[in-house]
């Protein structure tokens, strides 16, 4: 066991090299000079001033040695400073990451408490009404736009029923450990980050479950003269399990990347929202330190579910 | 389907002809009793032909161009009595309808070009990596693997505020950055099928390895890329609705499904059906692709899960 999570942390520092070497060359390729763009309109802003800035943040240095340094960097844990606030860019995208978090875990629940309990019924329902429309909301959820969605609850819970709040996390002026508060402004964008989420878990646990049941251990215990619910949800269920844990990689980056347009359609001050506005002032540091870290959060989820897996299904080969 | 079979069975010499035409006329066979695939099929030929029929349909049904404004008719509800506002009127009085079916030609036509070099680059790339292994395969996976590790919405993204491009740079961005999950596919099975006695027997009979790869793997893989293509299609509708909708993808006064969503959420207290429409069209044609997708799936090959 040791070994296999040693080769799978070896197996992810080519990729993390990858994945840097993107992040670095989007800035780096991306039109625009920085500094011209940021000194613009000063008046006295001489030629000379120009090249001592650029000596002073290492610009005038080859590609590859501004990759270099700036990686050495970030092993110091510093992305640089935002151009635009003046403050650490990785120091205030973490103050970001609990309300990021905070999001995708509840979002992350509701999959499960949603999802695996209605892949199971139209399992056991299997050709009845039930499934079909089970069946389809397990396509249809993946084919709305989450965004739109959002767009149509705010305004109709928000707007026209005025039932909860349309944005942010908290009602502005309030305490800030009003719970009741954060959980209603909580309530419809985790439900959209979730949506894709249950209608996957929905279709997984539907196909496992049939899987499951035709199986000869399934008969077994039904030839034993067991009861229909001890059968169904103490053996076939807990292998049917399984795949929840393997379909959680591939989740973990759909709550991660949808966050972002979530969060933007509800003005949720996570590190989504941050990352692209960034992206949209050319604050380079805070775009880097964005890209960066959700993609390391990706990397380490990839290498979570591969080793849970292992650990679940002792049929997997390990090692 | 039927005409596809023939043609491959014309081109391929006669005494190399694989018997191709089970699986097809199977899978067409299961396929004609698939009410739902069909239906889908169906609804996406008609929002494809309204969209494509647009200046038609824009000169001699509605008499409405789709830039034009009239400040007299803003916000107009939907209703029958104009065909022009059969949709509403957004903030300036432009037609709702008209701009829909401009819109539609831009994101259907985003989605399957873009498809197109996704299935391009992962086809070739998953091929050749799963053939000749090696080297080649690592550097090809180590590709994927960093692209997979990207939060692919974050990249496209990013690069969409640094670059902001117009429908073909979408296309190329699009194109370039979606096709991981077909090469992996396509280099598994690859994988498996070149240990195949088929393909050994090829090889002694003196084949090379492009006709080896074309003639003998890529057939046995092509069944299911036609599903991956269908749901790579709609994922694509849906990222360049989200891509315009932020403001980063195709911009106005070009109507996309995604951007007339920009726009209709500034005035969605006045005006909500101008928000409901696009979507529901973005909704309706990814939901037909998808389901084309599962239909598909079932009909070309009835040991995979429906997963």
New interface residues.
């Given amino acids: 066991m040791r070994d296999f999570i040693i080769r799978r942390l070896v197996y992810a520092v ?3 090299i ?2 840097s070497i ?2 670095f060359a ?2 780096r390729l ?3 000079d920085p500094i011209r763009l940021f000194t613009f309109g000063i008046k006295d802003f001489t030629q000379e001033d120009y090249l001592r800035l650029l000596h002073a943040y290492g610009l005038d240095k080859p590609m590859p040695l501004q990759y270099v340094d700036w990686v050495t960097n970030i092993f110091r844990g510093s992305f640089g400073e935002s151009l635009i606030y003046h403050r650490d860019a990785f120091v205030m995208l973490m103050e970001r990451l609990p309300n990021t978090l905070q999001l995708a875990l509840v979002a992350l629940l509701i999959q499960l408490i949603i999802g695996v309990p209605l892949g199971v019924l139209a399992a056991l329902k299997r050709g009845s009404w039930v499934d079909g429309a089970i069946r389809i909301f397990g ?2 959820g ?8 959002g ?2 609850l705010i ?1 109709l819970f928000a ?1 026209n029923l005025r039932w909860l709040p349309s944005i942010g996390m908290l009602t502005v002026g309030h305490d800030q450990w009003d719970i009741a508060d954060r959980i209603k402004h909580m309530i419809l964008p985790a439900f959209v980050l979730a949506l894709t989420g249950i209608a996957n878990y929905s ?2 646990l539907r ?1 496992e479950t049939l ?1 499951v049941l035709a199986q000869d251990f399934v008969r077994t215990a039904h030839s034993k003269g067991l009861r229909e619910r001890t059968v169904v949800y103490v053996h076939a269920l807990r292998n049917a399990l399984i795949p929840v844990v393997t379909a959680l990689g591939g989740i973990l ?1 759909a709550l ?3 966050a ?2 979530i969060e ?1 359609v509800f003005s949720w001050p996570g590190v ?1 929202q941050f ?2 506005q960034a ?2 002032a ?1 604050d380079y540091p805070i ?1 880097q330190a ?2 960066m870290f ?2 390391t959060l ?2 380490l989820s ?1 290498l979570l579910r591969d080793l849970t897996y292992a650990i679940v299904d002792p049929r997997i080969k390990v090692g | 389907m039927a005409t596809t079979t023939a043609t491959v069975g014309v081109l391929a010499p006669p005494s190399l002809a694989r018997p191709s035409r089970s699986l097809w006329s199977n899978a067409w066979w299961k396929l004609r009793r698939d009410k739902l695939t069909i239906g889908a099929f169906i609804i996406l030929l008609i929002l494809g032909a309204l969209s494509l029929a647009a200046p038609l349909f824009s000169d001699y049904v509605f008499h409405y161009r789709f830039e034009q404004q009239d400040l007299l008719h803003t916000y107009e509800k939907p209703t029958f009595e104009n065909p022009a506002y059969l949709l509403g009127s957004d903030e300036i009085g432009r037609s709702q309808v008209v701009r829909l079916l401009y819109g539609g030609r831009i994101s259907l036509t985003v989605g399957f070009v873009a498809a197109l070099v996704n299935l391009t680059v992962g086809v070739s790339l998953g091929l050749s990596a799963g053939y000749f292994r090696g080297p080649l395969d690592d550097a090809i996976t ?2 994927i ?2 692209l997979n ?7 496209l ?3 969409a ?3 902001q491009p117009g429908p073909l740079t979408l296309i190329v961005i699009i194109g370039l950055l979606n096709w991981t999950g077909i090469s992996l596919f396509v280099r598994g099975q690859t994988f498996a099928l070149r240990e195949r006695e088929f393909v050994t027997a090829a090889r002694t009979i003196g084949a090379k390895d492009r006709r080896i790869m074309f003639r003998h793997i890529l057939p046995n893989v092509l069944p299911l890329i036609f599903v991956l293509a269908a749901i790579d299609i ?1 994922a694509i509708i ?1 990222l360049e ?2 891509l315009s ?2 403001g980063l993808g195709i911009l106005p006064p070009t109507p996309t499904w995604g951007n007339l ?1 920009t726009n209709a ?1 500034s005035y ?2 006045r005006a ?1 059906w101008l ?2 429409s ?2 529901v069209l ?2 309706l044609t ?2 037909c ?3 084309i997708g ?1 239909g598909l799936r079932d009909a070309l090959d009835p040991r995979l ?3």
């Fill in positions: 080519p990729t993390l990858g994945i993107i992040t989007i800035a991306s039109p625009g396509v249809a993946h084919a709305v736009p989450a965004f739109w969605l767009l149509i305004i707007v279709r997984i196909t899987d980056a991660v990347g949808g972002l347009v933007q989504g990352t692209f992206a949209i050319k775009v964005g890209v959700t993609s990706l990397v990839y | 180590w590709v693997t960093t590790g990207i939060p692919q919405l974050y990249l993204l990013i690069i505020a640094l670059w709609g849906l609705s989200a909708f932020l969503l959420v969605f207290v909500w928000v409901v696009p979507g973005i909704f990814v939901l692709l998808y389901l599962d899960k429906t997963h």
